[in-house]
């Protein structure tokens, strides 16, 4: 049986030289080099996370190669083809096209969406890495950034945690889904640099989805039976029914180094949740008060991870500081 990379391989040589043939029949005018040169990406193409390499990034990378073939006239310069297919690895220069398998609901306007891999194999990602994904909207191409929720050692799949809304362009592309649907995604991007034991405490604040790239962090501590670092998890929502993967956090809180605190800004009583998470839930917002008490009742000095909206990162970043701690102790994913 001839391996799929090798199928994959011969069909990406053979394009090449297709494409390579093509092209040495079409480049002899200025005109014909125009129609090959690069289209530089728009806002909508841009995911804002700061991926490296960015969009723009690739554009200026693929515009400097046009440039040299058309002043060399060796259009063979421009045969690097972009593959898309789910047999080759993922990378961060060119989409992937994986295969949606699963979407299970976590609320009403938020949903876990699955994505196939072959069996044994997975992404390989770090703690807090991000994928990007492309979608294409009325003919806009638009991306945007999603960390994966899965343990980063988990195969076979992985997973993300996605929020519709009503009037994203994003969203308008994933209410197309459904499954056995290809979507492209490119990546990783970003990380958390993190050892068993490096910190001594972690405390986590996290705002709505941005739950996402706390929960590889947290598996990855307490699948460990050699990590004995402390976890404070902050989780701030609406309402406890917006609350995201309720059995997971309530499964990790059940091990001696994780406790749990949420923050519901739109719940009208504590008496209205259940009776085990009353004692550790907070109406309203974080204020100082709040995190003084977190950061005072924390086992051992914190090493803070945020994650949220810009302004709740800019808020819970100067509220740290004002708390004493520093740039060092800080980390926004």
Known sequence: ???????????????????CFILQSMCDRDADWLTLRPV??????CCGSGCSPCVYDL???ELESWEKAKESRDPRLLSKLRIENHNLPLS?????????????????????????????????????????LRGTVNGLEIQRAYTPINPIDVTGYFEVLIKINDHGLMSQYIKCWRQGASVAWRGPFGGFSYKPNKYGELLMLCSGTGIAPMLPILAYVTDNEDDETFITLVVCSRTFKNVYMKSF????????????FYVLSQEQSLETLPWSYQENSKLGRIDSAFLTMVLETCR?????LICGSASYTEDMTDMLKQQGQDDRSI???
């Open 1 to 19: 049986m001839i391996p799929h990379v090798f199928i994959a391989f011969s069909v990406f040589r053979n394009a090449s030289f297709r494409l």
């Open 59 to 61: 554009y200026e990378a």
């Open 40 to 45: 530089k990406p728009t806002p909508a193409q």
């Open 331 to 333: 980390f926004s994913l």
């Open 300 to 304: 051992r000095k914190p090493y803070t």
């Open 249 to 260: 956090l309530k499964e990790q809180a059940r091990y001696w180094n994780v406790r749990t």
């Open 92 to 132: 961060s220069e060119t989409f992937t096209e994986f295969t949606l398998c699963l979407v299970e609901e976590e609320t009403d306007d938020t949903s876990r969406y699955r994505f196939q891999l072959p069996a044994g194999a997975s992404l390989g990602l770090k703690l807090g890495q991000h994928l990007v």
